[in-house]
């Protein structure tokens, strides 16, 4: 069973910055970010196997990365606007994982706790 920790979550004005991070217990072949606003299902933010993947609305905004020493994967959210405001979960996929089941929750095997992300206008 991997444990995922996520932080880094908090409360900034629109336009500005914050960078999450997610800590597994241990490697991961895919990690991903997704997050759920208050009366919205869950969407999918961004994953990191070989290569990044991004939804269509934060990319130039967001970027992910990983720590491979660490079994760490971050979250950089820059220009964020008020409709980021949810609650960011991270992901872990053991196995291979790719293409369009990336995106999708059900493909992840592992889920954080989510850390709360509140952009104010």
């Known amino acids: 069973q991997v444990q995922l920790v996520e932080s880094g979550g908090g409360s900034v004005q629109a336009g500005g910055s914050l960078r999450l991070t997610c800590a597994a217990s241990?490697?991961?072949?895919?990690m991903g970010w997704f997050r759920q606003a208050p009366g919205k299902e869950r969407e999918f933010v961004a994953a990191?196997?070989?290569?990044?993947y991004y939804a269509d609305f934060v990319k130039g905004r967001f970027s992910i990365s990983r720590d491979n020493a660490k079994n760490a994967v971050h979250l950089q959210m820059n220009s964020l606007k008020p409709e980021d405001t949810a609650v960011y979960y991270c992901?872990?996929?053991?196995?291979?994982?790719?293409?369009?089941?990336?995106?999708?929750?059900?493909?992840?095997?592992?889920w954080g706790q989510g850390t709360q992300v509140t952009v104010s206008s």
């Open positions: 241990d490697s991961n072949y895919a």
């Open positions: 990191i196997t070989w290569s990044t």
């Open positions: 992901a872990a996929k053991s196995g291979p994982l790719s293409g369009r089941l990336l995106a999708a929750g059900l493909s992840y095997d592992y």
